[in-house]
């Protein structure tokens, strides 16, 4: 199985190498915007940004499922609607168009709680029956 991986370079995706890497039948393709310690014959990393369209059509090239980790934070984290929209919806737009582009390919999305739970200040740990409040 062919996987590709946003994200590279955040905690999540350490698990996700790290798992990925001890089994050999997955391929997996790996986008950072840096290159990782993690390195194993199956793992491919790709350096770049969900910026650039070229990086993202490379990333899904010849891939069965996509799994989707990179976003820089709450989408109101900065004060700023506009700043949530360019830096977090239209890298991950641009990286749907790649998939679009590339037919089947199955997407997983990970989810932040930091867009599905109530913005809170302080920094604490959010539990299940937490309200939604997106």
């Known amino acids: 199985m062919k996987i590709c991986l946003t994200g590279g370079n955040s905690r999540l995706a350490e698990a996700f190498i790290a798992l990925a890497a001890s089994h050999p039948h997955i391929r997996l393709r790996v986008l950072g915007r840096a290159h990782s310690s993690l390195t194993k014959a199956n793992i491919e990393w790709v350096r770049g940004d969900?910026?650039?369209?070229?990086?993202?059509?490379?990333?899904?090239s010849d891939q069965d499922v996509l799994v989707h980790l990179a976003w820089r934070g709450a989408p109101l984290a900065a004060g700023s609607f506009a700043r949530g929209l360019r830096e977090g919806l239209l890298p991950t737009a641009r990286l749907l168009d790649a998939v679009a582009a590339h037919g089947q390919l199955r997407v997983i999305?990970?989810?932040s709680g930091g867009t599905v739970y109530e913005d809170r200040t302080e920094r604490c740990a959010y539990s299940e029956d937490a309200p939604c409040l997106p």
């Open 50 to 60: 969900l910026d650039d369209a070229t990086v993202c059509q490379k990333l899904v």
């Open 109 to 111: 999305y990970a989810s």
